[in-house]
Each structure stands twice: as C-alpha cells, then as structure tokens.
C-alpha cells in the first residue's frame, strides 16, 4: 500500500470508493480505485458505459450530489492537498479555475437562457476578478483560440444558435479561460459526429502542446485513446483493471477485458461489417459477480476468479493489471508474435 | 422585442372579438330575456313596452352590433334594474376587485416560489415534507371554507379583524387593508399551493439539467447555481402556471367577495344573474374576459423576455 502521494502526479486518485443509494443503502459503485495523471500528460480513461468513469472523476470535483451519493474511502492528492478534506468553499476555488470540467452533452450542457459571452465571463470574473471589460476581451480570446470565428459576435450568441461542435468548443473555451492545469473531459466527442469530433481531438491535442494542459480524457472509443492519449486507465465495472502506457497497451494489452475492447475495435481494413462484442453486459452495482468483477464474461476465467477478486499489481515497468491471468496472456502474444 | 410586443397587443383584438360573440350568443340561448325579470305580476302590455323601450325586439346581429360600438364607445349601457349607467357601477366595484386578486396574486407569488425553491433544494428534509403537506391542503381545500374558517378564527373568536365590509384604500390604507387581508389570503392560498408545487417540480427538473453541474464545475457558489441558473430556467413553467391560474383567481373572487360582503365586480356579477340584469352581467364578463386575455399576454411577453429561445422562434 502506498502511503503518500506520488510526486510525479499532479493529481493522484487513491483507493477511491463512491456508493450511491440503492434502496436505502449506500452500494459502491466504485471500488478503490487508483489511478494518477502527470503533469501536461494526456491519460485516457476507458471501459464500457456504466465502468464508474463518470462517477469517478466527478467524484475528483465533487460534483455528485450527496445524497444520493457518498464517498466511502480514499483520497484525492492535487498538489498535496487531498481535495475530498477541503470545505466546500476552498472546492469552489478549484473547480473551474485549477481543474476545469467539460462534458458528453454539449447541447444541454450550456445554459439555454444565456448568452455564451455571460457564461465564460461568469467564470472569468468569478476566479480572476477581472472588470467586465477585460472579462470579455478575454472571453473573445478564449473563444479564437479554440478555433471559434468571429468570436466578438459569438459572445452574443445563444447556445440555441450555435451546432453541436461549436458548442462543446465553446465549453472548451469556457473551461480553459482561467488557465486551468487539469482538464478532465468526459466523452466530449461521444455525441458528436465524427468530423466534429476528429476537430475537437487535434483541439485537445493542440492544447496541450501549447499551453501545457494536462488531460483526464474519458471514453468508451480505443481509437480515440490511439489517437490521443500517452496513457491509458482502463476501468471495468467499477475498478481499475489496466494502466499501461499507449505502447504497451495496444502491443501488449495483459487483460482480458482489454484484449475483449481491442477486438471491439472497427479496424478500416476490416472486410466483414460485423464487430466483436464481448458478451454480456457490465453488472449492475447491486449484482456484481464475487471474485473477480470480469470473470463471468472472461475466456481465460478459472476457478480461482470466482474465489477471489486479483489486485492492481504491476507487471513491470509501471504496467498495472488486475489478473490472475496475465502472464498467461502475455506469453500468448509472445508466441503469437 | 417592441415589436414582437405590439403584435401581441395587436393580437388580444381578435380574441376579444371571439370572446364577445361567445358570451353574446350564450346569453341568446339562454331562456328569457331581461323581461322575464320584471316577474309575473305586470301586464302584457308593459312588459311589451319594456321590450321595445330597450331594443330587446331588435333582431340578434343588430343587438349584438349595437352593444360591441357602444362598448368601443366605452358606453356600456344602462342596468335594467336601477337605469344608471353600468359604466359608472364599475368605476366602484372594479377597483375592489383588483385590489383583492392583485393582493392575493402577491401574497401568494411573494410566498410560494420561495417556498417551492426551498423545498427543491431541501429536497427530502423537513422543511421540504412541511412545504408539501402544506400545499398539499392548500390545494384541496376549497377558498370560500377557508374565508369562513378564518372569519371563524379570526374575527368571532379572537376578534382582530373585521369579519366583512370594505374601505376603500384612498380613505384608510390601515383600514383598508385589514378587511382585506383575509379575502386576499383566503383566496390566494389555492393559487399560491398551486404555484408552490410548480415551482418545486419545476426547479427538481432544473436543478437534474446539465447545465447546472456545468455551472457547479466552473465553482460558482449554490447561491448563483440557483438564483442564476436554476431560476431563470425553472420560472419558464412557473410563470405559465401563474398566467394559467389567474383565470381561476378571478372565478374565486365571485365567491368570497360574497362571503366577505365585498362590493366588488364578482359579487356583482352573481347579483345581476339573479336579477336577469342582462346588460350588466354581459359588461362585467366582457371586462374580467379582457383582463384574463391582458394577463395572458404579459405572460406571453415575460416568456419572450425569459426564455431567448422563445424570442427566436417568434421572430419568423
Ligand atoms: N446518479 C446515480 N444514481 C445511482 N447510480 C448511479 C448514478 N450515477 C452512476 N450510478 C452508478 O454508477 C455506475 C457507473 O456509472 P458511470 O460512472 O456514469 O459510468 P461510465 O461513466 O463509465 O459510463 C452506473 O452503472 C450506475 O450503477
Ligand atoms: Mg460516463
């Protein structure tokens, strides 16, 4: 067990366990799980919708609301300061200006009834005190720099004007307009259509580059990982089940559940029209499989995966995997070159 | 936006119009005319000359003709029973009528979207179950019961206030308003339980709206998250329910301006009915059928002014 946090994250996810409510009771709908992003990294976040993704990095801003959701155990290292200790006051000077959020729906997730000049000063004026003037002026840089054209009129537009795209830039903008150092994007493209989204990926990318933005990116798509990310934090049904750098994972992926996304993959060289599918379903938080969470859905599940849940252990060079399998798996690759 | 307004204005004229060959033509259908409440006991004859002496042998489209102009005019005719002009009667009683709906409009609005916020937000706590009971009551329990229980209360037994009567406001405002306190409250009550559910339904699905844990995330305090973005949103629903229940507010002021003896537009309504007062009965619905559409309106305006999305679409 690792006691403090590491000095190479920015900010460092430890044994977090979040419940929500399932008839009266608190059910863990994550479970320790530890993961940590370096600073200026891009790290990917992946597993099948219902993996506590979402739960979990909402959990890093505190956003859910409570009740219905609880903390049960962890801590949340960001600049030494374990974030779910603070009072909601001090949160309130973390979120949108260190650590910035932006989400899977950008037609709802601006408010309709105002303009998106009023939302990103909002922000501006809320954690730099600036005039509104100087708020503006930098709102319309803000918006420039994230590809939007002529943004001076575009403050005066309504969410309602603008396309899908535009909108989730104008959420970037939004996001970004105080300098945070961690921006946690949760499937910012999902919803949107792939040129769009392959424009707001080289947004992200380019971001980083020049302004030195370190990324949490969440989403169900590998392809989105490949192209983007330097790591990735693969999630299963609540826990962590693989971090690897990009390499590692896409040469040599040691979980099967990973294994299971990879061949999910549409690959465009690919002559039949249909996809690999690991079957079954992740399981509900209040029916989850004793041992092993993966197990009931694994072709390399044996008895002991029912018996006992494997922990995160490191396979070398800092590739985590919670398997019992993994060597098996790993040697496979080997012989299959 | 002056001119989306002027056109909304424009608007209320052919609704009125409608309203006018409703009422006029229900009043047609109606069995007997003013006439018939002269009673029995007059001769044919007079009841002839009554007739003719008020037009009421005119075919239906020229009575109709004649009494829309007048009302233009602003003449809106004279009362069978007493021969004044109905004008003046409803320079008295409509003021009284006003004050009652307006006070009780703003007691309840005043009480009701605080009340419905806090419980939203309080969601499953006790002052949420107390708001909710409360409105609850609120709504089932009938306006005119509740003026009677309060006259019970608060006039027979511990004797505060007074129990009916009215001063007007230009004589006394203390006087004034301590009769009108309990008309206002006993009508306002449903109405404000009404607007208190809708605010709180309203604001539960505001507050699951993205934009709200948008608007957590970029760390603005719950005191915006809900003054700012939460509101604006959630009184969409609530102003139409305001406008929605205006309409039964005056329908609630006929009765208890009878039981509280209120000389007021509502209770004159009842009494020309009874009487067969046909001219009044038509002028005094004709003026609460253009309130009605007058509140109906702003509303619509408030909408444009909330909601830009609406404003929009009401540009093409
Ligand atoms: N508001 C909520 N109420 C109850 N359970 C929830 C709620 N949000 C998430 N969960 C539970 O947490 C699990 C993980 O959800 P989530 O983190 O949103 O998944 P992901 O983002 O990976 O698709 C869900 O399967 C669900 O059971
Ligand atoms: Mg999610």
Known sequence: ?337 | MAKKIVRKVLLMLPVLFLVSIILFTLMEVLPGDAAYGLGSDVSDEYIQQFREEHGLDKPAYVRYLDWVTNMLKGDFGVSLISGLPIIDRIKVRFPVTLELTLLSMIVAVVIAIPAGILSAVKRNTLPDYLTSVLAMVGVTIPPFWLGMLMVLLFSITLGWLPASGYVELTESVSENLTRMIMPALALGTQFAATVTRQTRSAFLETLDQDYIVTAKAKGLPQRVVIWKHALRNALIPIVTTIGMQTGRLFGGAVVIETVFTLPGIGREIVNSILLRDYPVVMALIMIVAFIVIVINTLIDIIHGLIDPRISQSQQR
């Open chain 1, 1 to 337: 067990m690792k006691q403090e946090t590491n000095q190479e994250y920015l900010l460092e996810i430890k044994d977090l366990t979040t419940a929500f409510l399932f008839d009266g009771k608190p059910v863990p709908v994550t479970v320790n799980v530890s993961y940590g992003i370096k600073k200026g990294e891009i790290l990917g976040i992946v597993g099948e919708s219902g993996s506590g993704k979402s739960v979990t990095v909402k959990s890093v801003l505190r956003l859910l609301p409570s009740p219905p959701s609880s903390i049960l155990n962890g801590e949340i290292y960001f600049h030494g300061q374990n974030l779910l200790t603070l009072k909601e006051k001090e949160m309130q000077k973390i979120r949108g200006n260190k650590i910035s959020m932006i989400f899977q729906e950008p037609m709802t997730s601006l408010n309709p009834v105002y303009t998106c000049g009023n939302q990103i000063t909002e922000t501006i004026m809320l954690h730099q005190h600036l005039s509104k003037e100087e708020a503006l002026k930098k709102a319309a840089r803000m918006l420039d720099l994230v590809g939007i054209p002529a943004p001076e009129s575009r403050l005066k537009s309504y969410p309602h004007q603008l396309s899908g795209g535009m909108r989730q830039r104008v959420m970037i903008a939004m996001a970004l307009s105080c300098e945070p150092e961690l921006l946690i994007a949760d499937e910012p493209t999902t919803a949107l259509d792939p040129t769009i989204q392959a424009q707001i990926i080289t947004l992200i990318k380019e971001l980083r580059d020049s302004i030195g933005l370190s990324v949490m990116y969440i989403t169900h798509d590998l392809a989105v990982v490949a192209e983007i990310c330097d790591r990735v934090v693969v999630m299963y049904a609540g826990m962590v089940m693989e971090i690897a750098e990009i390499r590692d994972l896409f040469h040599a992926p040691l979980h099967p559940y990973t294994q299971g996304l990879m061949q999910a993959m549409p690959r465009i060289n690919q002559q039949s029209e249909m996809l690999y599918n690991i079957p079954g379903m992740v399981p509900h938080a209040t029916q989850m499989p004793t041992g092993c969470r993966f197990q009931p859905r694994c072709p390399y599940a044996t008895e002991v995966c029912s018996q006992a849940c494997p922990e995160l252990v490191d396979a070398g060079d800092g590739h985590m995997v919670r398997c019992f399998h993994y060597e098996k798996l790993r040697k496979e690759r080997v012989q299959n070159g």
